[in-house]
């Protein structure tokens, strides 16, 4: 599922899983009874080619493409456009005959042998100045893996049903098991496509107007910062006033008393700013300390080798949610064990476009879970301020932030409790999940699926006693 929403707090409804907070629901078993898109599906879309309500949506989208994207008709350059989940192709021949250069792709092998037999069809989803996902984006598993194809710069149209209210959602016809596998309100579908780098740059009602239900109708560009964006900006603020200097002030204590229970013989400082912190710890030249932060120009290079322990205090916030996974990976692989402080709250700085500094903020439960999975746990360190989270990640910290599973769940052979864990193996496309104990952290049998998971610790455990 999307790699971001399932950070999200969450709480489970039947067949859905409610983020109320971001308004999005998503089918809680993603691959649970899917629809089959053969041919069978591609009867059922080309019933809907040549009605009245057909005609009028493809002339609004064309509509509103010309006014974000110039057709030849009103310049010499021919302007390219790929229509993913194209269907029939009549949308293309729409766009084509408004003067634009559209080909589409699409999973259906009805649908592709229409696309190529009509030369309308393309191999590749790259290379396109736009790219539209009409009624495609909610049946994604993993929509992502098709919008990072669209280049900087370049221009996303989408129509995807929005709900009022996500506790409402069964009560829609747009409610599809198996078929439609996120629903979202209008302004938690914007929030999502701002993470993934799309800033909104219009929003239609044509698909309403031409006689349907529900469904908006979104332009979008892909011009948000992105991680390098950001690094250039912090580059400028540190370059032009004082700034990130206060991790010694605000954490000096906390951090040497975790120091003295670690006892490191070597540190590494990750986003360390202008900060003097981990010099604290040189002990006499018997511990190995280093520091890295890309927007410092001494410091931009990232030192070799493993570290005994990491710092990475007050930098998550700052990372732009799509770039979260990439900095933990980053401090994982450098050290097995980290200290981590992040705000909850909005910043006193800005950066230089104008937008608060702290530009990903989460709740605590929130990062206490996704620092957990990179590190195999992490406690929270209890601090003065309720808006500030510290946590000591490591494979040997318990996961207090893992909730259990019931208790019917037969108990590891140690006595422990079992919970629920997860693993994503980054050669492979799904998650891992598996019940591993609380108490001995020895894992079960993994599977693809949650439920999965727990039936094959149950008949592990049934197995044992027999």
């Given at each position: ?169 069964r009560e829609s016809k747009h409610y599809r098991p198996g078929e439609h596998l996120y629903y979202w309100t209008r302004d938690g579908f914007i929030e999502w496509a701002a993470l993934h780098g799309f800033r909104l740059l219009e929003e239609s009602g044509h698909e309403v107007e031409a006689g349907r239900e529900d469904i908006a109708a979104f332009a979008f560009r892909r011009d948000l910062p992105d991680y390098r964006d950001h690094i250039l900006a912090y580059r400028e603020m540190h370059g032009s006033r004082h700034y990130g200097s206060s991790a010694t002030e605000l954490h000096f204590e906390a951090i040497a008393e975790i120091v003295l229970q670690l006892g490191p013989k070597s540190i590494i400082d990750y986003g360390c700013g202008r900060s003097d912190l981990i010099a604290h710890f040189w002990k006499d030249g018997e511990r190995t300390l280093a520091r890295y932060d890309p927007a410092i120009s001494g410091c931009k290079d990232m030192p ?163």
């Amino acid at each position: 599922m999307d790699r971001l929403i399932r950070r999200y707090d969450s709480e489970e409804d039947g067949d859905l899983v409610l983020c109320e907070k971001h308004g999005v629901a998503y089918q809680r078993e993603m691959k649970s009874g899917r629809v089959r898109y053969d041919d069978q599906y591609f009867a059922k879309v080309s019933a809907y080619e040549g009605s009245e309500i057909a005609k009028a949506v493809n002339a609004g989208r064309c509509a509103m493409i010309a006014r974000h994207l110039p057709s030849q008709i009103s310049t010499t350059k021919w302007s390219s456009v790929l229509d993913v989940g194209a269907g029939t192709g009549a949308f293309i021949r729409a766009l084509i005959a408004a003067g634009y250069q559209a080909k589409g792709y699409d999973v259906i092998t009805r649908a592709k042998a229409a696309l190529q037999a009509a030369g309308l069809y393309s191999d590749t989803v790259y290379g396109c100045e736009a790219m539209t996902m009409w009624d495609t984006i909610e049946h994604l598993e993993e929509p992502e893996r098709i919008l990072k194809v669209v280049p900087k710069d370049g221009l996303l149209f989408v129509s995807v049903p929005i709900f009022a209210d996500l506790s409402r959602i069964r009560e829609s016809k747009h409610y599809r098991p198996g078929e439609h596998l996120y629903y979202w309100t209008r302004d938690g579908f914007i929030e999502w496509a701002a993470l993934h780098g799309f800033r909104l740059l219009e929003e239609s009602g044509h698909e309403v107007e031409a006689g349907r239900e529900d469904i908006a109708a979104f332009a979008f560009r892909r011009d948000l910062p992105d991680y390098r964006d950001h690094i250039l900006a912090y580059r400028e603020m540190h370059g032009s006033r004082h700034y990130g200097s206060s991790a010694t002030e605000l954490h000096f204590e906390a951090i040497a008393e975790i120091v003295l229970q670690l006892g490191p013989k070597s540190i590494i400082d990750y986003g360390c700013g202008r900060s003097d912190l981990i010099a604290h710890f040189w002990k006499d030249g018997e511990r190995t300390l280093a520091r890295y932060d890309p927007a410092i120009s001494g410091c931009k290079d990232m030192p070799e080798g493993e570290f005994d322990l990491a710092f990475c205090l007050d930098v998550m916030e700052h990372i732009p949610m799509a770039n979260v996974d990439r900095i933990l990976q980053e401090v994982r692989a450098k050290s097995g064990r980290a200290v981590f402080t992040i705000s909850t709250k909005l910043a006193r700085a800005k950066l230089p476009d104008g937008r608060n500094a702290h530009v990903t903020l989460l709740t605590r439960e929130e990062w206490t879970r996704w620092v957990a999975e990179y590190f195999g746990g992490a406690q929270v360190v209890e601090t003065k301020w309720e808006t500030e989270l510290m946590l000591v990640a490591g494979a040997e910290v318990a996961q207090a932030s893992r909730a259990p599973v019931a208790e019917s769940e037969p108990r590891c052979v140690c006595g422990g409790e079992m919970y629920l864990d997860s693993f994503r193996d980054p050669r492979k496309p799904d998650q891992e999940w598996f019940m591993r104990c609380r108490e001995c952290g020895k894992p079960s049998t993994s599977a693809a699926r949650e439920d999965d998971a727990r039936q094959k610790w149950r008949e592990e455990a049934q197995a044992r006693l027999s």
